[in-house]
DNA sequence: ATTTGGTTTAACCATTTGGTCAAATTTAAA
DNA sequence: TTTAAATTTGACCAAATGGTTAAACCAAAT
């Protein structure tokens, strides 16, 4: 059945994805991957020739999460401070959704730098650039109308990125010197950063 | 002699930095790191008796050097405006002469999450809590004396580390999708950085 | 000159690992 | 029912990998 076949590859994205997030790609063994779904190594590489090809799928999966909603958010028409609230509040909950996939993202940023830029560019095709522009366009009119402090596009965006991300990245290291290693603190201190981050990012640069 | 002793343990520990440091725990062969060495692999084996052992100890080399700084900053006695401005000028010095360290930590977070935890405690010993609540105590002493506005601690801290860290650690997206990925451009866009986040977090949290 | 201790090497080894292949099984079509 | 095609499996393989060992080497002390 065709069903069949498409539970064998859902069977199989999800054991990847699992061992993959969590053990990158090096580290990561067709073996255990198979066993996780339930199925032999030889049909592992039935569906996907090898090692590399499956990771790339995976890799391709997790970043294509975050994409959409970036480009959503950025191309929209509000306002800078809404489109930061919108940003904020849902890439954190997407974040809480899926707290692996920006470890894995920085795994695979240094073994090999080239690939996800690919994979970006891939993505988000000829836009890139525009898109910077067009944020980089209402920023400046918004610094002439008055509403913001002159400001540099680039840091500003590092800056809001920074603050919502680095908090899922470093989890293990913040939760347990901050937090004693309190999984529930932890989690509640990341809904408080919704607010937080709004409204720390919003006083840096309004007038 | 002693020297030519110093000379090969050096040597190693060099070359298992480099690898590491790209490659991950998992990613690494021992005998890149010989190689690179320029010794023979039995005596990387002589030297330290596992690949574990040897990790161990670059990870724990990688660590210490970004301790004693933070501990000096935030032990000192100066106001709150002057440690920050102390720990982002040290940090973005020290991670853009150490730029693999962010990411090579990171990695192994998601490996084996207790680990670093382990090495921190060991390095940070009892002072970890005081440390926290000295700088919490000290917040809150500047707020009461209307310095700075009410102001969570832990988010604070998180902000700051966040601001700093991250655009080394995601450093191939950014300089790849907002810098054509262009090294110089990066570089002095992490010089920039010192002051910019200094203002930005000032400005969020000055009255 | 000989012994002694640490250092370095080459040759090996057992295990793991990604990957293959031919046969068996299942599914869908004729 | 037969046939053809796709799916699944178990047995197997070559290469890579971390690690061992016994012997060679070498500097310094006796």
Redesign the interface.
């Known amino acids: 059945m065709d069903n069949q076949q498409k539970d064998t590859e859902i069977k199989i994205l999800d054991a990847a994805k699992e061992v993959f997030?969590?053990?990158?790609?090096?580290?990561a063994r067709m073996q255990e991957i198979a066993d996780k779904a339930g199925i032999n190594k030889s049909l592992l590489h039935y569906y996907y020739r090898s090692k590399e090809k499956l990771f790339e799928k995976v890799f391709n999966m997790a970043v294509s999460i975050f994409i959409p909603k970036m480009l959503e958010i950025m191309l929209s028409e509000k306002p800078l401070f809404e489109k930061l609230e919108f940003f904020i509040n849902n890439y954190i909950d997407l974040l809480t959704k899926h707290p692996?996939i920006p470890?894995?993202v920085?795994?695979e940023?240094?073994?090999n730098?080239q690939f996800?830029?690919n994979i970006?560019e891939k993505n988000v095709q000829i836009k890139?650039k525009k898109l910077?522009e067009r944020v980089d366009v209402q920023i400046q009119e918004e610094v002439k109308k008055g509403i913001l402090n002159p400001i540099?596009t680039?840091?500003l965006?590092?800056?809001v990125?920074?603050?919502v991300?680095?908090?899922m990245?470093?989890r293990?290291?913040?939760q347990?010197?901050?937090?004693e290693?309190d999984k529930k603190q932890y989690d509640s201190?990341l809904k408080?950063?919704k607010a937080?981050?709004l409204s720390?990012?919003i006083?840096?640069?309004k007038v």
Chains 1, 2 share one sequence.
């Open positions: 997030q969590q053990k990158g790609m090096t580290g692996y470890g894995f920085i795994n940023l240094n073994r730098p996800l830029l970006f890139e910077f540099d680039r840091h965006i590092t800056n990125i920074a603050l991300v680095f908090p990245v470093a293990p290291i913040i347990g010197v901050m937090f290693n201190f408080e950063r937080f981050v720390f990012v006083n840096s640069i």
